[in-house]
């Protein structure tokens, strides 16, 4: 059930406490990882200040913001387009199972059919969190063939 009264818009810098404060809660949900949070800020404020890095969704209910995700931009050139990854995605725990998230990625499909050079979005899920996967695939997202690996910087 999507409630009638969610309204989603791009963030705006003066959701930044409130977005650091999501992708820290998220990070010790989903991986037991305590994030710094001054790192955490300086990320959110420099994606926030720079539109060429990507932005933020928020669901806000009651003018109150109970939810995000932020899109990130990879370039294609298999296919000579924009990708959009969808990541930091949380949902505020009594805001959850009512739509708000569907609510957000419907708004991701909408302006990526409006942006002619996006040629689909993307998402990683931490590998046993199914009740995430199965949102997801609800939606009609597929899982893919990839495994991701990383090397971070120190």
């Avoid at 805001?95 to 909408?110: A, C, E, F, H, M």
Wanted: charged letters at 25%; hydrophobic letters at 35%.
């Amino acid at each position: 059930m999507v409630l009638e009264s969610v309204s989603i818009r791009k963030a705006k810098t003066e959701d930044m406490e409130t977005l650091a404060s999501f992708n820290e809660a998220m990070a010790l949900e989903t991986e037991d990882l305590h994030l710094n949070p001054e790192t955490v800020r300086a990320g959110v404020r420099g994606l926030l200040n720079d539109p060429t890095k990507g932005f933020y969704l928020v669901a806000t209910l009651k003018e109150q913001v109970v939810a995000s995700l932020m899109v990130t931009y990879e370039w294609s050139d298999w296919r000579d387009g924009t990708i959009w990854w969808i990541q930091s995605v949380y949902v505020a725990p009594d805001s959850r199972r009512q739509g708000i998230y569907r609510s957000l990625y419907n708004k991701v499909k909408d302006l990526a059919e409006s942006d002619t050079s996006v040629c689909g979005f993307r998402l990683y899920v931490e590998k046993d969190n199914k009740r995430a996967q199965d949102t997801y695939a609800s939606l009609g997202m597929s899982e893919t063939h990839y495994k991701i690996f990383e090397e971070m910087c120190p």
